[in-house]
C-alpha cells in the first residue's frame, strides 16, 4: 500500500526567507502527486499537482515542487515566503494503477511564517 | 458556484446516541470520500465511493457506515458513537482519480 511521510511536522520562517517543505512517497511505481494547503479554520484546497510530463510544477501564488522519481520525492519550495502562507500543508498521492478511490495524505506540516 | 457542503459544522453529542453527517456536491463528481483529521495524524480516509452504490473501506472505517443512494450526496453515519470518534471530519469529492479534489468545510464532532 501507498504511504506518504512528511519529514517535517512543523517548519518555523521569518518572512521574505525561502522554505522547503517535505514529501516522500512509498511506490517506484507511476503515481499521481498533490500539494493541498489548509488555512487556519478552513478546509484543504489544492495548490498544486503531478500528473504526467515537466517534473517541475508550479502553483499561482509562488510555490513550485519537483517530482523526483528516483528518490521518490515531491518536495514543496517557496523562494520568498509571507506572512498569509502560514498554514498546514499536506503532500498526497493517488497511484493510477490502484483503487480508484484512494488519495493518501501525508501527517502534514504546519508552517510558520513570522515577521 | 461549484462546492461541497457538509451539516452540520458543530456537533456535541454522547455515547451512543446515533448520528449522520451530511454532504452534498453541486459538480456531478464520480467520487467521493470522508476523512477524519486528528491532530499530528494528519487526514485519514474514513470511507470512499466511486459512484452510486459503490462504497469502499478506507484506512478507519470501524464505526461508521456511509451510503450512496444519489450521486450528489454521501453521508457519513455514526450508529453508536463514542468518545474516540471525536474529530474533525471533511467530505471530498473528485470527478476522475487525477483531478482535483474539493473539500467541504468540516464538521467538528464531539461525543462525550
Redesign the interface.
Known sequence: AQSVTQLDSQVPVFEEAPVELRCNYSSSVSVYLFWYVQYPNQGLQLLLKYLSGSTLVESINGFEAEFNKSQTSFHLRKPSVHISDTAEYFCAVSDPGGSQGNLIFGKGTKLSVKP | EAQVTQNPRYLITVTGKKLTVTCSQNMNHE?M?W?RQDP??????IY???NVEVT?K?DVPEGYKVSRKEKRNFPLILESPSPNQTSLY?C?SRYQ??D??Y????TRLTVL
Open positions: 467520487y470520500s476523512y499530528g495524524l494528519g487526514l485519514r480516509q470512499y465511493s466511486m469502499d478506507g471533511f471530498a482519480q487525477a482535483t479534489q473539500f467541504g468545510p468540516g
